[in-house]
């Protein structure tokens, strides 16, 4: 690619107008005219152009395994009479694990699911000295996706923290266009669990080019990682470094840090239909791709996804990386590394010649 081509790359300039949207609103995959979509196109051509990223012992490039925590309790459905259901508060509800709902016929009742355990994911991989970036819902009884309040993973979120790890929010359906919403999400996340967050990634990958950018930025946030595809792992704007976005419509860098996200587990199997040999093939390619430019290799892998052929492939992965050596980080770990190491600057100062501005 030329340099107009790799900047008009950067700038996901064909998103911002593009009519061809799913269901939830997102630009897929199959509509970019971007065709070398597992290469690091932009980073690729920093590197080669002297800029040199470097981590902590030496390691040739980073790796951030996250999880979204979606869900935690297997819920199952009851029938009750509508005049014990009217006398049944959400409090009381929250208290003894039923999933409220006002005025019907019938209640969800809801049990920890031990195949989703923090605790179980948390073990797993400390086994492998990784400390993960965790992104919980903050949401209401009545919210679309809703299972389980702040209030009753709180212990389970000063566990993760005691143990090295990083909490962010992962905002609910509405929030990545609308920045009351995501706003409102960040304060209840705040008020109830006493934590203060500075990371961020929609559900979904819900994300709308540049509006979401936006959004976090006047949230407080200090950095994004929602940015990729949900139906192709790869590099979506040819980035694998952390890096600031371009609004094509103002001519303007956006004050908030987007650490791109390159693998999600759904989208190799959900969306891709790959087999686990293959999975692992495309895996490996992009590590090498990440490692050829020491990039950030980001990684999205649910907690409910560690049985099964999904469970299989995240042994697999964590063995690969393992066996590569990179320095595991969380996300704020890596954006504070890129500030305080002056790697942010430095890319940006060659993002901006390449752009021109």
């Not at 989208?267 to 020491?294: G, Q, V």
Request: charged share 25%.
């Amino acid at each position: 690619m030329d340099d107009l081509e790799l900047a008009s790359l950067y700038k996901s300039e064909w998103e911002f107008n593009n009519p061809i949207k799913d269901i939830y609103g997102r630009n897929r995959r199959f509509s970019s005219p971007h065709k070398n979509f597992f290469s690091p196109e932009v980073s690729s051509k920093l590197f080669k152009e002297g800029f040199v990223p470097h981590y902590p012992g030496n390691k040739e490039f980073a790796v951030c395994i996250s999880h979204d925590i979606d869900i935690l309790y297997k819920t199952s459905t009851t029938h009750v009479q509508p005049s014990i259901a009217k006398r049944i508060t959400a409090r009381a509800a929250n208290l003894v694990g039923i999933n409220y709902k006002p005025h019907g016929k019938h209640i969800e009742l809801r049990e920890p699911n031990k195949e989703w355990s923090l605790e179980r994911l948390r073990k797993l991989n400390d086994g492998y000295g990784i400390k993960s970036s965790y992104y919980f819902l903050s949401l209401g009884h009545n919210e679309e996706d809703f299972n389980y309040s702040l209030a009753e993973v709180k212990e389970q979120m000063e566990n993760l923290i005691a143990s090295g790890c990083e909490l962010g929010l992962h905002g609910g359906h509405k929030a990545y266009n609308d920045a009351g919403k995501l706003l409102e999400e960040k304060t209840k996340f705040n008020k109830e669990t006493g934590l203060s967050i500075n990371g961020y990634r929609n559900h979904y990958l819900r994300f709308d080019v540049p509006a979401t950018w936006y959004n976090v930025a006047s949230a407080g946030f200090e950095y994004d990682t929602t940015f990729g595809y949900p139906d192709s792992a790869g590099f979506r704007n040819g980035m694998c470094y952390p890096y600031y976005p371009y609004d094509i419509a103002t001519g303007k860098f956006i004050n908030v840090i987007e650490l791109p996200l390159i693998l999600m587990e759904m989208s190799l199997f959900n969306y891709m239909r790959l087999d686990i040999d293959t999975a692992l093939s495309l895996c490996k390619k992009l590590i090498n791709e990440i490692k050829a430019c020491k990039g950030v290799f980001t990684v999205l892998w649910h907690n409910s996804s560690l049985d099964g052929q999904m469970g299989e492939l995240y042994i697999k992965l964590l063995d690969l990386l393992k066996e590569e050596d990179p320095w595991f980080a969380t996300s704020a770990d890596i954006v504070k590394w890129w500030k305080e190491e002056h790697l942010l600057e430095q890319s940006h100062t060659m993002v901006k010649k390449l752009l021109d501005v």
